[in-house]
Every structure is written in C-alpha cells, then in structure tokens.
C-alpha cells in the first residue's frame, strides 16, 4: 500500500548546528506534501509545505527539498535551536483522494546545548 | 481565534466498552478528519468529514463511526473497545475550498485497560 517513510527514526545535533531530517515516499501521483514537528503531548504542527510542482521552499529558518525523481522529500533546519526538540513527520497528500493525508513514522530530533 | 479544541484530554475504558470522542474545529473550518495515532507511530487517517456526511475512510473496521454537527464540530465513536484501540485520536479541520494545510488538535489520550 502507499507508505511514507523516513530513514533515520533519531537524529542528534548540537545546538546551532543545521540539521537534515530525510523522508522517503511511494505514491508518485502525490501533489503535496507538508512537514509536521509534533511536541510531547500535543498535536501535529505545521511547518512548512511543498506543491509536487516545485523543488525547493523556503521559510523561516526551514527549507523543503523535493526530488520527484527518486520521490524523496528533506526538511532542513538552519541553527537548530533546542525548542526545535521534537518528532518530525513527513506526510503527503493527493488532491483526488481528498484530504487523507499519509504519514511517515516521525524523526525524533534531539538538540544538545 | 481558537484553533482545534478535543475533549477529553485523556480517558481510560475497558474492553468491550463504547467511547466517544469530541473535536471543534478551527473558526472557519468545514470539513474534520480524525486519525489515530499509537505510541512512537505516525497519525493513520480514520474518516473525514463535510457536511455532515462522511466522504473518506481509511482501513479501520465498522467500530469506528462518526458524526459531524451543523456547526463542523465532530465526534468519533468506537464500539467494542479493543486494547489495540489505545492510542492518541486526533482531529484536524481545514476548509474544503481550500489549499491550506490541515490544523491538528492536541488529541486524546485513550487508555484501554
């Protein structure tokens, strides 16, 4: 069935170092695709996405990288910061399946002071 | 403006018990998703919601229905409680005629004793 997968379940950075949490997905005719940092004990929340119609986004402090080619999705975080502590999660969405949104297992992002 | 509210917070049953769960959706909102979430996993899509009908299902058996109110708001019903049905039940709402991304609540904590 269609799955989003992540490659590396933690990751440890020192603080104000960048850091790289990488994705994997399998449905090719996905259109979209979002970034979720889910703190302990609350909810998914955005951060930031990306339309199948483009490579590279960037916001505050984070950027998303798609490769359509080898279907595999980046989130980049500049001078991560220890509230940036969380599990991160990739999910993708198509347009024609309406709103189901499919999820990865989650990073869990460790920042050291 | 309040974002997606559930309640409870937290619940404990016992097998073969009935539970329900309740969601608000963000202001402005009209359509509610609900998926579950177990422990280290990501959020699986259980069903949407839009006026008031159910337009999407995930793989998840009859024991799980919901409904949607006129005023967006959302509950989940599950029947027959299960200990595999412990988890973290979350509700998201967007606007149907909308691209924007989906808003979570912080969920709720389900015990199955």
């Known amino acids: 069935g269609e799955s989003v997968g992540l490659h590396l379940p933690t990751l440890s950075v020192q603080e104000g170092d960048n850091s790289i949490i990488n994705c994997a997905y399998s449905?090719?005719?996905?259109?979209?695709f979002i970034w979720y940092k889910q703190e302990s004990g609350k909810g998914p929340q955005f951060i930031i996405d990306?339309?199948?119609?483009?490579d590279k986004r960037q916001g505050q402090r984070v950027t998303v990288l798609l490769n359509k080619t080898v279907k595999h999705l980046s989130l980049q975080i500049a001078a991560t910061q220890p509230g940036d502590s969380a599990v991160y999660f990739c999910?993708?969405?198509?347009?024609?399946?309406?709103?189901?949104?499919?999820f990865g297992q989650g990073t869990e992002l460790s920042v050291k002071p | 403006d309040a974002g997606v509210t559930q309640s409870p917070t937290h619940l404990i049953k016992t097998r073969g018990q009935q539970v329900t769960l309740r969601c608000s959706p963000k202001?402005?909102?009209?359509?509610v998703s609900w998926y579950q979430q177990a422990l280290g996993q990501g959020p699986q899509f259980i069903f949407q919601?839009?006026?008031?009908?159910?337009?999407q299902r995930g793989n998840f058996p009859d024991r799980f229905s919901g409904h949607q109110f006129p005023n967006y708001s959302s509950e989940l019903n599950v029947n027959a409680l299960l200990l595999g049905d412990s988890a973290l039940y979350l509700c998201?709402?967007?606007?149907?005629?909308?691209?924007?991304?989906?808003?979570f609540g912080d969920g709720t904590r389900l015990s199955i004793l």
């Open positions: 998201a709402s967007r606007t149907r005629r909308s691209n924007q991304p989906q808003h």
């Open positions: 449905n090719s005719a996905s259109d979209y």
């Open positions: 990306i339309r199948s119609n483009m």
């Open positions: 999910a993708e969405l198509s347009y024609n399946q309406g709103g189901k949104l499919i």
């Open positions: 202001s402005g909102h009209d359509t």
């Open positions: 919601y839009y006026e008031e009908e159910e337009r």
